[in-house]
């Protein structure tokens, strides 16, 4: 599997894999987002997923993927450490702010950040048309968090501080994709930076998810939280998972404007399953989303 990977690198058909891989990502990345700010405390639901994936993880490093090499250890601690960061930052998000409103901004702060860090990182150029691309997709996205918004009754104090923590996930996503990129291309086997990471960082946040376990008066069941993690530890695999190969195929700042539709297909969800309104102004900006990172993905 990884050799076929490895071929594909650098041709038409590594770029068109990628394309799909991030588009896959962004509609399993709505429905992450979805999973932990549903029904139970996000806290919980973020220690349950994170246990699980760490869980699943176990057998395929021991037993499908080479050992790391010596250099990519670093690497892989210092992406246990931006990833439980951002974590804190988006549990701390969830917990104060509607997920309407919080993911939007997080996801309009992400590719913003990233297509400027990947230019020093790795070198990637985008031109004229690319750049507009990236900022229509951006802006359109905190247009639709601002009408999420304009239309909620939280708290003016709550609603500050919730917003706060919402950008400095959007700056988590930025780093950890930009991390993680480097790591998947530093090592043969994209495999193994993956499946080790996966291993590795799912061990840190649980254990502040059992001390707000135990803080709490009502406790969740143990089946809904199981349940929870199993599922969103398999949304993780395949979400996280993918957009980590496509950045090993594609320009890393491409890879992450496109996972950046996600947003889109969190409000298709939510028209077709959830009878959520759309209405004329959240459709025309939804298709600004999506035509930013058509110009981005195809205007170089």
Sequence with gaps: MSEWVLSLE????????????????????AVFGALQKGSLDPWITRG??????????????????????????????????????Y???????????????????????GPLITVIA?????????????????????????ALAGVNLAQNKMDRATMWVALFY???????????TTWDAYGVRATVNPFTFIFWLFLLEGVLFPPISVLKY??????????AMASRGIIGGLVAFASFGAIMFATRLDKVGEVAVLRETSVVFAALIGWLFLREKVGFLRAGLMVAIAGGAILVEFGG
């Design 214 to 223: 135990r803080a709490m008066a009502v406790k969740p069941a143990v089946s």
């Design 166 to 176: 919402a950008v400095l996930t959007g700056f988590g996503v930025a780093a950890y």
């Design 10 to 29: 650098g041709t038409d058909a590594g770029r068109m894999l990628a394309f799909g891989l991030a588009i896959m990502a962004a509609v399993l990345h």
């Design 87 to 109: 974590k804190l930052a988006q549990a701390m998000a969830y917990e104060r702010g509607d997920y309407t409103v919080v993911y939007p901004i997080v996801r309009g702060m």
């Design 48 to 85: 349950s997923i994170d246990v699980s994936y760490s869980l699943m993880s176990i057998p395929i490093v021991l037993f499908l993927v080479p050992w790391p090499e010596p250099h990519l250890w670093p690497l892989l601690i210092g992406a246990m450490v931006i990833h439980f960061l």
């Design 118 to 142: 990947v230019g020093f990182v790795f070198g990637e150029n985008y031109n004229v048309v690319q750049w507009f691309g990236v900022i229509c997709l951006s802006f359109a996205i905190f």
